[in-house]
């Protein structure tokens, strides 16, 4: 069983960073992409970032030039660095897995984000 966990958020003002971790246990093999999720109260969930199976990157467009996400060589550690953060980033993020296939269908617990202006 594939485990994700997800730590790194906080509370900090807004212009502020957070780097985000998910680490990955169990049996990882089989995964096609990689990505952070966001929710907000009231909102839909949203793609923040993905890696694909072939190494391709994508971000949303409210976060592009501002979040990075990268892995590690093992591709057990997932990060999403954010930088110049706005009170709307304000909601819990999740990393998830595409195992065996290429829908998300492995997600961690959570860890919240909050951005005070």
């Known amino acids: 069983e594939v485990q994700l966990a997800e730590s790194g958020g906080g509370s900090v003002q807004s212009g502020g960073s957070l780097r985000l971790s998910c680490v990955a246990s169990?049996?990882?093999?089989?995964?096609?992409?990689r990505g952070w999720f966001r929710q907000a109260p009231g909102k839909e969930r949203e793609e923040v970032a993905g890696?694909?199976?072939?190494?391709?990157?994508s971000y949303a467009e409210s976060v592009k030039g501002r979040f990075t996400i990268s892995q590690d060589n093992s591709k057990t550690t997932l990060w999403l660095q954010m930088n110049d953060l706005k009170p709307e980033d304000t909601a819990m993020y999740y990393c998830?897995?595409?195992?065996?296939?290429?829908?998300?269908?492995?997600w961690g617990q959570g860890t919240q984000v909050t951005v005070s202006s």
């Open positions: 890696i694909g199976s072939d190494g391709d990157i």
């Open positions: 169990g049996y990882t093999y089989s995964t096609y992409c």
């Open positions: 998830a897995r595409c195992l065996g296939g290429y829908e998300y269908n492995i």
